[in-house]
């Protein structure tokens, strides 16, 4: 294993566990992997699994994608609320969503 392999997903765990705590979040278990598609996605039954090359993702969008996910502990759809709640969150969340898929991101949050 190459040192500091671990570090960005290591960094990551950190950051979620700051939203966990800022959203009063619950989920039942936070998976970091590989993910092909996707930076991250949350099931009905509380996993929340997020992409771990976001690691390696400035803080920004690495945002974006935690609280997006966290969110859907609470809001399953992308309705008004939930719009509103990521605004007041993060409030440049469109900006970052943007800007990533514009730099060649084809991942996106669900």
Same mark, same amino acid.
């Given at each position: ?29 936070? =998976? ?12 009905? &039954? %509380? /996993?929340?699994? $997020? *992409?771990?090359? @976001? ?24 309705? =008004? ?12 969340? &469109? %900006? /970052?969503?943007? $800007? *990533?898929?514009? @730099? ?7």
């Amino acid at each position: 294993m190459k040192p500091g392999r671990n570090y960005p997903k290591a960094a990551l765990r950190e950051r979620v566990q700051f939203w966990i705590e800022r959203l009063h979040a619950r989920p039942k278990v936070v =998976r970091i992997q590989a993910m092909k598609r996707k930076w991250g996605s949350c099931s009905t &039954r %509380r /996993v929340v699994t $997020l *992409s771990a090359e @976001l690691g390696a993702e400035p803080t920004s969008v690495q945002d974006v994608v935690i609280v997006h996910e966290l969110l859907h502990l609470k809001i399953r759809n992308h309705g =008004r609320v939930f719009k509103a709640l990521m605004s007041a969150h993060v409030p440049d969340w &469109r %900006r /970052v969503d943007q $800007l *990533s898929c514009r @730099l060649g991101n084809d991942q996106q949050a669900s």
